[in-house]
Structures are given as C-alpha cells and as structure tokens.
Nanobody
Framework: QVRLAESGGGSVQTGGSLRLSCTVF????????MGWFRQAPGKEREGVAA??????SYADSVKGRFTISRDNVKATLYLQMNSLNPEDTAMYYC?????????????????????WGQGTQVTVSS
C-alpha cells in the first residue's frame, strides 16, 4: 500500500526558511492530487497547499511565501517555506488523494485525501 513520510521540519527564527519533503513509498501516480496540511495544538487541521497535473492551490495565509512542487522521477512532494513567522508553527502533514482524482475545489479539506504521513514539526520563534 501507499505510505508517505515527511522530513525537513525543524526550528527556525522568524523570517527563516525550511523545505519539507514527502517521500512516497509505493506506486506513484503522476496525476494524483497531493497536498500539505498543518495542525497546531488546539486548532483544526488546515490545508496549506495542493498540487495536481492542473496546477497548484494555496491557503491565503501562505500565498506568496510557500511553494509546493513535485518530482515525479523521485516520487517526492516538496513544500518550500520562506518568510516564516510564529503563526506557521505546527505539525505539517503530507497527504495524497486517490490515484484517479484531481484536487478540484476540495483540496483544503482533509476528507478529500486517502493517505497521510506521520507529520514533521515546524517551530518558528520570534
């Protein structure tokens, strides 16, 4: 079955950058919708960004600062995060939808995704 594993989290100062990676173990579908979510303590899990063959989508809170990309050869999903601030502190999760589905308009909803990684912690201090 498909398994996802995130890496690249850590602790940075305000204004710093991090690049998260999500390695996919199992069959890689070039066209499937994949996304990044984050969840801070006491808050709901929120969609950060998503990508499929048609393009990318971003939450308003990260637009212009984060960039999602995928490498179909390496079967890896990335999230480049720049200009980080304390509000970005959260556990970040990689997610994948079914093999036949595009992201559509539901990309920011966790229920649209079938597979999840275990998460990688991002902490931004002021």
């Amino acid at each position: 079955q498909v398994r996802l594993a995130e890496s690249g989290g850590g602790s940075v100062q305000t204004g710093g950058s991090l690049r998260l990676s999500c390695t996919v173990f199992g069959y890689w579908y070039n066209s499937r919708c994949m996304g990044w979510f984050r969840q801070a303590p006491g808050k709901e899990r929120e969609g950060v960004a998503a990508i499929d063959s048609g393009g990318t989508s971003y939450a308003d809170s990260v637009k212009g600062r984060f960039t999602i990309s995928r490498d179909n050869v390496k079967a890896t999903l990335y999230l480049q995060m720049n200009s980080l601030n304390p509000e970005d502190t959260a556990m970040y999760y990689c997610a994948a939808a079914g093999p036949a589905g595009s992201c559509g308009t539901m990309w920011s909803f966790p229920r649209a995704f079938d597979y999840w990684g275990q998460g990688t912690q991002v902490t931004v201090s002021s």
